[in-house]
């Protein structure tokens, strides 16, 4: 791609930005943080019951409702 004829001033941001794709790649990254051995061992759900009162348990309510909507890959 030659970048000298792209102009990006004149496309707006939705042209680039996926919503879907968001919302997977957020998933991932809280898979990432928060599913692994040393942390959670249970089914990696943000809307699972036992992983909402495992972020209870913790304190982290906040943090996990910040984390927004995500798609379950």
Do not use: H
Not at 24 to 53: H, V, W
């Amino acid at each position: 791609m030659n970048t000298s004829t792209v102009n990006f001033d004149s496309d707006s941001s939705s042209d680039y930005y996926d919503e879907k794709w968001d919302k997977m790649t957020r998933y991932l990254e809280f898979q990432e943080a928060y599913c692994n051995p040393s942390k959670y061992r249970g089914r990696c759900d943000p809307n699972n019951p036992e992983l909402i009162e495992w972020f209870a348990k913790r304190k982290l309510t906040k943090r996990l409702e910040n984390w927004g909507q995500m798609i379950v890959n």
